[in-house]
C-alpha cells in the first residue's frame, strides 16, 4: 500500500528558515510529480511548489524565491526548504504526488496525498 508521509513542520522564530520532508513509501514502481500545498484555517489547500522526476521546479508566484523544493528519487523523498518565515507560512503543509504502484494490474498512476505536517504561527 502506498502511501505519503510529511514531517519537519514545527515552531519556527520569525524570519527563520524550516525543511519539510515528505517520503513516499510502499511498494511504489515511479513517482512522477510531486507537490507541495499549504492550507490555512478556512481555506483551501494551494499549490505552493512542484517539482517534476527530471527536477524541473514550478512555484507559486507568493513564494518565489524563499521556497526551494528538491526531492531525492533514490530515497524517494521530497523536501521544501522555506527561508526568511512570513506571517503567511504557517499552515498545514501536505504532499501530493502521482505515481505508479508496482502491485496494480491495470498500469496505471495514480494520485495519493499524505496527512499533512502542521507549521505553527512563529515565536
Known amino acids: 500500500q502506498v502511501q505519503l508521509v510529511e514531517s519537519g513542520g514545527g515552531l519556527v522564530q520569525a524570519g527563520g528558515s524550516l525543511r519539510l520532508s515528505c517520503a513516499a513509501q510502499?511498494?511504489?514502481?515511479?513517482?512522477?510529480?510531486m507537490n507541495w500545498y499549504r492550507q490555512h484555517a478556512g481555506e483551501q489547500r494551494a499549490l505552493v511548489a512542484s517539482?517534476?522526476?527530471?527536477?524541473?521546479?514550478k512555484y507559486a508566484d507568493s513564494v518565489k524565491g524563499r521556497y526551494t523544493v528538491s526531492r531525492d528519487n533514490f530515497e524517494r523523498r521530497m523536501f521544501l526548504e522555506i527561508n526568511t518565515l512570513k506571517p503567511e507560512d504557517p499552515g498545514v503543509y501536505y504532499c501530493?504526488?502521482?505515481?505508479?504502484?508496482?502491485?496494480?494490474?491495470?498500469?496505471?498512476?495514480?494520485?495519493?496525498w499524505g496527512q499533512g505536517t502542521q507549521v505553527p504561527g512563529s515565536s
Open positions: 501530493s504526488a502521482v505515481i505508479l504502484p508496482a502491485d496494480v494490474e491495470d498500469l496505471q498512476r495514480r494520485g495519493y
Open positions: 510502499g511498494s511504489i514502481n515511479s513517482i512522477n510529480f
Open positions: 517539482i517534476g522526476i527530471d527536477g524541473a521546479t
